[in-house]
């Protein structure tokens, strides 16, 4: 029902996820990123307080993979999970339960690592992660390449409905926090269009929240 992308990038120190699901609302659910910190992905039959948990336990200072057994530890439900995870090195961690729906499949590839359940086969996680390797410029835009080239393999075993990306950066807000919801058809393609009307814009949305007064304007009535 899942495939998803968790990255750090090396160069600017940002944390992403991109994420996209046959579920309605995936990105309310699934991605789970603090500044700093790290970035988790908890999916399959998902249980968001994973993503809490295991941030939590990274910033105690643990490694990725003990803060994910760490976490799937207080979960007497864990077969049934899915989790990634990456810290602010590039090291990841994975999980797999036992009752991981349909083809599954994950990898951890160079500063990222992706997952994936009701595949429609396991190279579609292949895909992700060369697609990143291989991709450059900003971190939300690797990461979209990434999601696109899992859905150009064959995606899920059924139609994507929902999409998701998330950003941090050294803020205690998301730099980039994008969703489709629900689409019928290709919604990773509606939450590219998203992230090419957002960029233009974001650094912009971060100078009128650090200091207002070298804000631009809006371009609306009232704020020329």
Same mark, same amino acid.
């Given at each position: 029902m =899942? @495939?998803? @992308?968790?990255?750090?990038c090396?160069d600017?120190?940002?944390?992403?996820?991109a994420i996209?699901s046959?579920s /309605?609302?995936?990105?309310a659910?699934?991605?789970?990123?603090?500044?700093g910190?790290?970035?988790?992905?908890?999916?399959? @039959?998902?249980?968001?307080?994973?993503?809490?948990?295991?941030?939590?336990?990274?910033?105690?200072g643990?490694?990725?993979? +003990?803060?994910?057994?760490?976490?799937?530890?207080?979960?007497?439900?864990?077969?049934?999970r +899915? #989790?990634?995870?990456?810290?602010?090195?590039?090291k990841?961690?994975c999980?797999s339960?036992?009752?991981?729906?349909? @083809?599954?499949?994950?990898?951890?590839g160079?500063?990222c #690592?992706?997952?994936?359940?009701?595949l429609?086969? =396991?190279?579609? /996680?292949?895909?992700m992660?060369?697609a990143?390797?291989h991709?450059?410029g900003?971190?939300s835009?690797?990461?979209? /390449?990434?999601?696109?080239?899992?859905?150009e393999?064959?995606?899920?075993?059924?139609p994507?409905?929902s999409?998701?990306?998330?950003?941090?950066?050294?803020?205690?807000? !998301?730099? #980039?926090?994008?969703?489709?919801?629900?689409?019928?058809q290709d !919604?990773?393609g509606?939450?590219?269009?998203l992230w090419q *009307?957002?960029?233009? +814009?974001?650094?912009?949305? #971060?100078?009128?929240?650090?200091?207002?007064?070298?804000? !631009?304007?809006?371009?609306? !009535?009232? *704020?020329?």
């Amino acid at each position: 029902m =899942t @495939i998803s @992308i968790t990255a750090m990038c090396p160069d600017s120190g940002q944390l992403g996820i991109a994420i996209s699901s046959s579920s /309605i609302a995936v990105g309310a659910r699934c991605p789970w990123l603090q500044a700093g910190v790290g970035a988790v992905s908890s999916q399959n @039959i998902t249980l968001p307080a994973l993503g809490q948990k295991t941030l939590e336990n990274l910033a105690k200072g643990l490694t990725s993979d +003990q803060a994910l057994k760490a976490a799937l530890a207080e979960d007497k439900f864990s077969a049934y999970r +899915q #989790v990634t995870v990456i810290d602010t090195q590039g090291k990841a961690a994975c999980f797999s339960g036992t009752e991981t729906l349909g @083809i599954h499949h994950m990898k951890a590839g160079t500063n990222c #690592v992706a997952a994936g359940n009701m595949l429609s086969e =396991t190279s579609v /996680i292949e895909a992700m992660v060369e697609a990143f390797e291989h991709s450059t410029g900003e971190l939300s835009t690797r990461l979209l /390449i990434a999601l696109a080239a899992g859905v150009e393999s064959g995606g899920e075993a059924g139609p994507e409905h929902s999409a998701a990306l998330k950003v941090v950066d050294d803020y205690t807000w !998301p730099l #980039v926090d994008l969703r489709v919801d629900w689409a019928d058809q290709d !919604p990773v393609g509606e939450l590219a269009k998203l992230w090419q *009307d957002y960029e233009p +814009q974001m650094l912009a949305y #971060v100078t009128r929240a650090l200091d207002p007064r070298k804000a !631009p304007s809006y371009g609306v !009535p009232g *704020d020329e």
